[in-house]
Nanobody
Framework: QVQLVESGGGLVQAGGSLRLSCAAS????????MAWYRQAPGKQRELVAA???????NYADSVKGRFTISRGNARNTVYLQMNSLEPEDTAVYYC??????????????WGQGLQVTVSS
């Protein structure tokens, strides 16, 4: 099994910064994609930023230039640095990971979610 441990999040004023972290462990042979999604009340879950094993990244248009996704040296940890936060960024943020396990099977895993609240 694959486990994800998320940390970070919380309450911040508009214009402030937060950093989210997510560490993957368990039966992991390889990791392909590590990403952050978010879901605001009454809205669908949306991709915020993603990082692939090929070191490519992509971002939602709404966060480009403000958020940065990065991987740790061990490549099993992903960070989301969020700067210039806006009230519209308020949501529950979810870590997502996929790849291959030691059994050769493909896995996907979601974190439990972190509340990020930006006050105006």
């Amino acid at each position: 099994q694959v486990q994800l441990v998320e940390s970070g999040g919380g309450l911040v004023q508009a214009g402030g910064s937060l950093r989210l972290s997510c560490a993957a462990s368990g039966s992991i042979q390889s990791i392909n994609t590590m990403a952050w999604y978010r879901q605001a009340p009454g809205k669908q879950r949306e991709l915020v930023a993603a990082s692939t094993s090929g070191r490519s990244t992509n971002y939602a248009d709404s966060v480009k230039g403000r958020f940065t996704i990065s991987r740790g040296n061990a490549r099993n940890t992903v960070y989301l640095q969020m700067n210039s936060l806006e009230p519209e960024d308020t949501a529950v943020y979810y870590c997502y990971v996929d790849g291959r396990s030691y059994t050769g099977s493909y896995y996907t895993k979601w974190g439990q979610g972190l509340q990020v609240t930006v006050s105006s």
